[in-house]
């Protein structure tokens, strides 16, 4: 089974302030995602990859920097956050082909918080 | 761009009733949709992806899907308290990413004993 593990599980930092979060997906999976998670709006798509170097813009990619360094790591970067951003992060990783190209695996959430 | 709701907001039902969550989506070319589950503070559950007009069971838990009016509701039968949760509709355009989803805000489940 697939595992896609964030850290931290949970950050608190001041408005300004510098913040990385992290993913590794375990099984190569081609395509990783950001998502955020606020009350009243479900997930929305912050950043995607479809492999190690590429980027991809998603709905609410404003404040938000990505980085994916390999095919296992993707970063979701805050340079100067804001308290709109306090939120409950989520990774995700997909295959693009074979038996799991439908199976979505999330991670278990960064929950951050921006006084 | 295309936007999903859920109805109603929050429902509550009684051990054993039947519960019926309703969502619309707005492009009729979404080829995959998916049913997914939240206990509070936890992380997604998939319940039951379903991919053409018609319906798909999973356990106690069936999509219906009708693309002509736009709608994919999800029937869980005889839920237990248990089954207390957010559940959340995701809907793929055709063509994407199958993680460019968009999810709709929910529906807050209560299970009454």
């Known amino acids: 089974e697939a595992a896609v593990t964030q850290s931290p599980r949970n950050k608190v930092t001041v408005t300004g302030g510098n913040v990385t979060l992290s993913c590794r997906q375990t099984?190569?999976?081609?395509?990783m995602y950001w998502y955020r998670q606020d009350t009243g709006h479900g997930l929305r798509l912050i950043h995607y990859?479809?492999?190690?170097?590429?980027?991809q813009i998603g709905d609410v990619p404003d404040g938000y920097k990505a980085t994916r360094t390999t095919q296992e790591d993707f970063f979701l970067l805050l340079e100067l956050a804001s308290p709109s951003q306090t939120s409950l992060y989520f990774c995700?990783?997909?295959?693009?082909?074979?038996?799991?190209?439908?199976?979505?695996?999330f991670g278990s959430g960064t929950r951050l918080t921006v006084l | 761009q295309q936007k999903v709701q859920q109805s109603p907001e929050s429902l509550t039902v009684s051990e054993g009733a039947m519960a019926s969550l309703n969502c619309t989506f707005s492009?009729?070319?979404?080829?995959?949709f998916r049913w997914y589950r939240q206990h509070s503070g936890k992380g997604l559950e998939v319940l039951v992806s379903?991919?053409?007009?018609g319906e798909k069971e999973e356990g106690s838990f069936t999509a219906h899907l009708n693309r002509a009016s736009l709608h994919v509701f999800l029937h869980i039968r005889e839920p237990q308290p248990s089954d207390s949760a957010l559940y959340l509709c995701?809907?793929?355009?055709?063509?994407?990413?199958?993680?460019?989803?968009?999810f709709g805000a929910g529906t807050q489940l209560i299970v009454i004993p």
């Open positions: 995700a990783s997909s295959d693009a082909g074979g038996p799991s190209a439908e199976t979505l695996y």
């Open positions: 099984n190569s999976h081609n395509y």
């Open positions: 990859s479809y492999g190690a170097g590429n980027l």
């Open positions: 492009d009729r070319s979404s080829d995959n």
């Open positions: 379903i991919f053409s007009d």
């Open positions: 995701a809907v793929r355009a055709r063509g994407s990413a199958l993680g460019r989803l968009h």
